[in-house]
């Protein structure tokens, strides 16, 4: 009896000291979470819109979080405004746009920059349109039986090398246009080098077959001396630009290689540009004599080598500016 009374004793205080236990553990919980509430309810003070607007405040919130925006992995001072920034949101965050993956102005700027790089090759084209349309016609007449004349005399009797010429130099100016689309050549470096390696034949053959014409064909009324030797000084010019563009790329000068075939590009597509200097003169004064003939089409070389050495200029700047703040 004792000893079950005592067992029974001793199992009662075994269940009160359990109940004690519990009801601390359980008082020690509501404190904590008391604690935890005081403290969120500070935290809160700091963060009024929130509550107030219902938005959601994701981890990492920061500054970002005190002007009310929803911060992501780098919110940073775009936060600060209120933008939505993502990868590459950059400028367009502080602005307080909401760019997309590498900024939403970023993107439409690339795309207007597509589309520019295409305005020169296309004024290219339309410069060379009108010697590509009348070398066409000069082999149509070959072909055809044309009626011989004064002016064409010389063609029919030694037919191929002005069939090379035109051929040569209508490849040259339309394909060689093509070069001039910074994104696309940089895009697609195999179509690049695969167009250059025919550009280069065709121009040698436009410019040698220029030369040989100039040396060996009659003369047609209106040409002289003086224009023969502005033809055999540019013509000579075209062919060294284009081996010295040839030897700048094997030697991995991308530079100068580009710096010569743009000269021999702008030597070949003077065709087009001398219409320009003889249209005003045709309208002004009827059909030039020998000496202003032989200028306005030494203008066309000058003009287009002058234009072709501020292009090259003006790329080359933002080189070397980017150089100097870079030493």
């Known amino acids: 009896m004792t000893n079950e009374s005592t067992g029974v004793t001793t199992t009662a205080g075994q269940e009160t000291s359990r109940g ?5 553990r ?3 919980m509501r404190r904590s979470a008391g604690t935890s509430a005081s403290s969120s309810q500070k935290a809160g003070e700091g963060k009024p819109a929130a509550r107030e607007t219902g938005e959601d405040w994701p981890a990492g ?34 602005t307080g746009a909401s760019p997309s993956a590498g900024g939403g102005n970023g993107a439409r700027a690339g795309a207007a920059r597509e589309r520019g790089q295409w305005r020169v090759p296309a004024g290219l084209i339309l410069l060379s349109a009108v010697p590509v349309i009348m070398g066409a016609v000069r082999l149509d007449g070959l072909m055809g039986g044309a009626a011989v004349t004064p ?8 037919p191929l090398p002005v069939v090379l010429h035109i051929v040569g130099a209508t490849l040259y100016s339309v394909l060689g246009a093509f070069q001039f689309a910074r994104g696309f050549r940089r895009r697609r470096p195999a179509w690049h080098r695969a167009a250059g390696r025919l550009l280069v034949p065709c121009g040698l053959v436009a410019a040698i077959t220029g030369l040989w014409m100039t040396l060996f064909y009659p003369w047609p009324p209106g040409d002289g001396e003086l224009l023969a030797g502005f033809r055999l000084v540019f013509g000579s010019a075209m062919v060294v630009s284009i081996l010295l563009g040839v030897a700048a790329i094997l ?7 580009r710096a010569w075939m743009t000269r021999a590009y702008a030597i070949g597509l003077a065709a087009g ?3 320009l200097t003889h249209l005003p003169w045709f309208i002004l004064f009827g059909t030039p004599g ?38």
């Open 61 to 94: 919130g920061g500054d970002a979080t005190r002007a009310g925006a929803l911060p992501l992995a780098d919110g940073g001072e775009a936060a600060r405004t209120g933008a939505l920034p993502s990868a590459g949101g950059g400028n367009a965050g502080r």
């Open 151 to 158: 002016e064409n005399a010389r063609f029919f009797a030694v």
């Open 290 to 327: 020998e000496l202003p003939r032989a200028l306005l089409v030494a203008a066309g070389w000058v003009i287009n080598l002058v234009v072709a050495e501020w292009f090259l200029r003006r790329d080359r700047r933002p080189a070397q500016l980017r150089t100097r703040s870079v030493s």
């Open 26 to 28: 359980n008082s020690g």
């Open 251 to 257: 030697r991995r000068d991308i530079a100068g290689h």
């Open 20 to 24: 004690t236990g519990i009801r601390a």
């Open 273 to 275: 540009t001398q219409v």
